[in-house]
């Protein structure tokens, strides 16, 4: 059975146990985010998606991505007050991540053109904005390397309990979902450091170019997603293979 | 001809803020040989296949290789992506290539269903056919 | 001990154990909780156990450590029954002398009564005690006269009577009763109990749980912790009620780590009530099984969130979550939960016993019953006080609190917790009750209150907490974690000198972003210690801002300490001074170098002529 409510005046149906956030995105209605991947378990950390709800006499200002639809609801995702409050929670991640281009932008484009705030005292991977979107990637590949440490003031991202996680393959995921893309990673011809771990790449058996890390190719084929008898080759050297093949067929 | 017009303009499609893509169609030299009583030299075009069980879609961990519905081919959702580069290791024909810049991969997705390389070619021997 | 098969069983187990105790029988109550104990209470304890056998009297009198009495500001207490005579501040030493005069001899020690600190009278009896008087004690009340390691003692006094009840009725007019008493979670919320479980009892489900929430996170407070140390069976009884009424099978009880001794005594209570059959398979005959399992948190303050808790329970990170879905709807394991307070479950077997009309009639219209809160601060009596909703704050403080000590005047009083908020003397005349409390801009919280005097600067105050909060933050949230930490700094400014005009707007405005966009009741309750003490203390505020001065003289950086001519030259702040900067001729007017003062103000303390100033 469906549910309908209302988006900025607009009638909706919507799926029970669907959240604002996508049912707005649907419509064609854009909130802004920064914790928030599709692919990815909702956690509502940036507090940036914030939209006012109207429920019955309740009213609230409330995260559009983790905030269930109910029947008869009225979301506004543009008043004078939400974007107040974005705004303000923009300019305390200004301040926490002044050089992340994501933030910046997201800011500027809210009127935030620079924070009030000093820097936190405790922000050991600088730039970082805590969403924990790296840690959620790296659960969803089953890796399970990265945690959320500490709590309040002291909360930051990093292996659990201090230790060298031999969970971490050096996929490199984290880095591609960061936001402000903080997580460094150094790669050689022949090595791929990232979270304090240097990885050895398997290098292509035709050319040498770098493919992977060893560590994520065993991972991969423990877990069966690659076969096992994967091929190491780099994508040129695979298009050339192919492209003979096709050749000695045609010719 | 091997003039290489479907990478440029492949390059030009997909590019992304001012840089320009990597093509997703390359151009295979394959040396020289006798045809017709000539000798010229031999290219093969080789794009994505869009196969019908893509190991790139199979492999990928959060279902972000999908099937076009109208043009058939495999496109990348960007916003499920989350960079494992699962995608580029599983192609065995090296269609699929994770640029490590911006931490995507590239992939043929047919233009939308125009393919740029087959309306730029010079010389009309791109097509495509259901 | 057999196996209880069922109720008639239980009453003549009962009626057995009441003959062997009969209500006149002599007996010594010792407090042994927490705040007696660290009194001494357990020596006590332990010297009267000699004189009982040095004397032969180890028959005739009842020697029990119970939990404990409330009244933690006079400890050791000791209680005489029948008479409910009290003897505070015992000491070892003391004992002797009560075993040869009082027990022997029936005399009264006066030098142990509890004085009137502002009349001076002598109280004899404990309900005599203004402290007392003026308490209505039901979770309480077999405090004093149990001893917490005895089911028997619970079952002389009516224990599992409730459950008896229970057992005999529908599972949903059990619910029903407890709805129609009104009673309200004690644990911070006031959500009305009987809702939440007949919402927990229409979720659809193979297994429900019911968990009983000990994480007392509030520093300061120790309502919890003392009603499980003093009568573990009442929660027990709660919960096996509330489990029969919603349909749960199991229960957890999550309790602090560092609350060793409530953790022992539960779980001795769960073993005999395993033994007698009023815990496991079948219990009483009545096809109803019921186990609980206890579960030790890890001290964080945001675990008591009940979401936060069900993370924690089920060995994931204590964050909270987004609510709905409530836990009664998918809480441990995705199974329906219902989640109370310590001080909720314990009041269900009373409700059940003495019905719903009773307990009712005890309280306001929208708040019933009583509730427990730990009186702390700058009041007279301090401890633990039960009274009945609708009870103003002037009577905790002035008269249960005995007022404020030293001759100072009221400044505030804090009610519920670390996110509570500062009420002044105007709302002295405030009625306590859950929805009173939250429209002055504080609120109930689980119990907490502090009382403070003209000394206390709420700047300061603000700035505690404040601390508190953002360590104790679980961090998720950029409003919480990163709005905490500023609205601390902003604060931390302002009680060093170092803010400017548009310091205020700042914290009012990030206060308000907290407040309103912050996921948990932590982060959106945070900032009540800064809106109220703005409210009602914002001259405070702008005297530190605007003049530079903390009225009260509290915040070190916007004071300093001199020696005026009253100083008569006898060395002894000189000699007291930590940092040695204090300077001048025994004999001669002192000088303090400002420089290196650290502003600890002990010269203020030691000085015997009033020579020290603070401005
Ligand atoms: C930060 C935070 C801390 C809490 N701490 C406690 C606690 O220590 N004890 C408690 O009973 N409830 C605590 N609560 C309230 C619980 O979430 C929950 O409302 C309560 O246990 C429900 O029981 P009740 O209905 O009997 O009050 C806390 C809530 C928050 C937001
Ligand atoms: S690089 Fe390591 S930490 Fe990052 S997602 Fe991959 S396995 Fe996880
Ligand atoms: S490292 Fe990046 S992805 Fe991870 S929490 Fe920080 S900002 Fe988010
Ligand atoms: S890189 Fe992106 S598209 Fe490729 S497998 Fe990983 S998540 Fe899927
Ligand atoms: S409001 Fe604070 S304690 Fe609650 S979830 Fe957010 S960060 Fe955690």
């Not at chain 1, 003031?153 to 402000?180: F, M, Q, W, Y």
């Not at chain 1, 997603?225 to 695979?238: A, G, S």
């Not at chain 3, 990163?482 to 206060?511: C, M, P, Y």
Request: glycine letters at 10%; aromatic letters at 6%.
């Amino acid at each position: 059975m469906s549910i309908r409510l209302w988006i900025d005046d607009r009638e909706v149906l919507a799926e029970p146990g669907e959240r604002i956030l996508e049912v707005a995105q649907r419509q064609g209605i854009s909130i802004p985010t920064l914790c928030h991947h599709p692919a990815l378990p909702v956690l509502g950390a940036c507090r940036v998606c914030l939209v006012e709800v109207q429920q019955g006499k309740r009213r609230e200002i409330t995260t559009a991505c983790n905030t269930l639809v109910q029947e008869g609801m009225r979301v506004a995702t543009d008043t004078a007050e939400v974007r107040g409050h974005r705004a303000m929670n923009l300019e305390l991640l200004r301040a926490r991540a002044p050089e992340a281009p994501a933030v910046r932008e997201l800011a500027t484009q809210l009127g935030v053109a620079r924070s009030r705030f000093r820097p936190p005292a405790q922000n050991p991977l600088p730039n970082c904005i805590l969403c924990e979107l790296c840690v959620r990637a790296c659960a969803h590949l089953g890796h399970h390397a990265l945690a959320a440490v500490g709590r309040g003031d002291k909360k930051r991202i990093g292996l659990p309990h201090n230790r060298p996680a031999e969970a971490c393959v050096g996929c490199g995921s984290c880095l591609s979902v960061c936001p402000t893309r903080c997580i460094l990673l150094k790669e050689t011809a022949t090595t791929r450091t990232i979270w304090g771990q240097t990885f050895e790449l398997v290098r292509c058996k035709s050319c040498g170019a770098p493919v992977m890390t060893e560590a994520q190719r065993a991972h991969a084929i423990r877990t069966k997603q690659l076969p096992e008898d994967h091929d190491d080759t780099c994508e040129l050297c695979k298009q050339s293979a192919a492209s003979q093949r096709l050749a000695s067929v045609v010719w | 001809m091997g003039c290489r017009t479907c990478e440029l303009a492949c390059s030009f499609v997909h590019s992304r803020a001012g840089a320009l893509g990597r093509p997703r169609i390359r151009i295979h030299a394959q040396g020289r040989g006798l045809e017709a009583g000539v000798i010229k030299d031999r290219y093969l075009q080789l794009t994505c296949l869009q196969c019908a069980e893509a190991a790139c879609a199979k492999v990928c961990p959060t279902q972000a290789l999908v099937r076009d519905e109208t043009t058939r081919a495999i496109v990348l959702v960007a916003e499920r992506c989350i960079g494992c580069g699962l995608c580029e290791a599983a192609c065995p024909f090296g269609h699929m290539h994770f640029d490590r810049q911006i931490r995507l991969p590239l992939k043929c997705d047919l233009c939308g269903g125009s393919p740029a390389c087959a309306r730029f070619c010079p010389h009309h021997a791109l097509e495509i056919r259901p | 001990m057999a196996r209880i098969a069922n109720a008639a069983a239980l009453a003549a187990y009962r009626k057995q154990q009441r003959a062997l105790r009969p209500a006149e029988r002599k007996a010594i109550a010792v407090c042994a909780g927490t705040g007696c104990k660290a009194f001494g209470g357990l020596e006590v304890f332990e010297a009267f156990r000699a004189a009982l056998d040095a004397h032969g009297l180890a028959k005739t009198w009842d020697l029990r450590a119970t939990g404990c009495h409330g009244f933690c500001e006079r400890g050791p207490l000791v209680l005489f029954f029948p008479e409910g005579r009290l003897y505070q501040r015992v000491k070892p030493e003391d004992v002797e002398e009560i075993v040869t005069r009082t027990l022997l001899g029936g005399e009264v020690l006066e030098r142990l009564l509890y004085q009137d600190p502002v009349t001076g009278a002598r109280h004899e009896k404990e309900h005599d005690i203004p402290f007392y008087r003026h308490q209505r004690r039901l979770v309480l009340a077999q405090n004093g006269q149990i001893d917490p390691t005895s089911l028997d003692d619970y079952l002389v006094l009516g224990g599992y009577g409730g459950l008896v009840k229970a057992l005999g009725m529908d599972p949903a007019a059990v619910v029903a009763e407890v709805k129609r008493a009104g009673l309200r979670g004690r644990g911070g919320a006031g959500f009305p109990t009987g809702v939440k479980w007949e919402i927990c009892r229409a979720a659809q489900a193979d297994q429900r749980y019911v968990i009983c929430n000990a994480d007392e996170g509030d520093p300061g407070a120790f309502m919890d912790r003392s009603v499980i140390e003093g009568n573990p069976h009442l929660v027990l009884e709660g919960m096996l009620i509330g489990a029969y009424a919603i349909g749960a099978s199991q229960g957890h009880v999550y309790i602090r780590q560092e609350y060793p001794l409530a953790v022992e005594r539960l779980e001795l209570a769960l073993a005999q009530a395993r033994a007698l059959g009023l815990l496991g398979q079948d219990i009483l005959g009545s096809g109803f099984s019921f186990d609980v399992h206890v579960s030790r948190g890890g001290g964080a303050f945001v675990c008591g969130e009940e979401s936060a808790m069900i993370a924690s329970l089920e060995g994931r990170r204590g964050v909270p979550r987004r609510r709905p879905p409530y836990p009664a709807a998918q809480g441990l394991h995705g199974k329906p939960t219902n989640i109370n307070n310590v001080e909720t479950w314990a009041t269900v077997p009373i409700i059940l016993e003495k019905g719903a009309d009773w307990f009712a009639a005890i309280g306001t219209a929208g708040s019933k019953g009583t509730k427990i809160f730990s009186l702390v601060g700058k009041v007279n009596n301090t401890g633990l006080v039960e009274v009945p909703m609708g009870i103003t704050l002037r009577e905790i403080v002035e008269v249960i609190g005995g007022g404020i000590p030293g001759g100072k005047a009221f400044k505030a009083v804090q009610t519920g917790g670390p996110s509570g908020g500062c009420l002044p003397a105007e709302k002295l005349d405030v009625a306590v009750d859950f929805d009173s409390l939250v429209r002055e801009g504080a609120m109930m919280g689980s119990g907490g209150m502090i009382v403070m005097d003209e000394d206390t600067c709420m700047v300061d105050v603000a700035r505690y907490f404040l601390g508190f909060l953002k360590f104790e933050s679980c961090g998720n949230c950029t409003s919480c974690r990163d709005g905490l930490e500023q609205l601390h700094a902003l604060v931390t400014d302002i009680a060093e000198g170092r803010a400017t005009s548009g310091t205020l707007d700042l914290l009012e405005e990030l206060a308000e972003t907290i407040r309103a966009t912050s996921l948990c009741a932590l982060g959106t309750t945070a900032v009540n210690p800064v809106q109220s003490t703005l409210r009602y203390f914002r001259h405070e505020y702008e005297a530190h801002i605007r003049d530079g001065r903390c009225p009260a003289k509290v915040c070190k950086a916007l004071i300093h300490f001199s020696i005026n001519d009253k100083c008569t030259g006898c060395t002894l702040c000189a000699k007291n001074c930590p940092q040695k900067c204090i300077t001048g001729e025994r004999k001669a007017l002192h000088v303090i170098d400002q420089a290196r003062c650290i502003k600890c103000g002990i010269c203020r303390d030691v000085c015997k002529f009033a020579a020290v100033d603070v401005q």
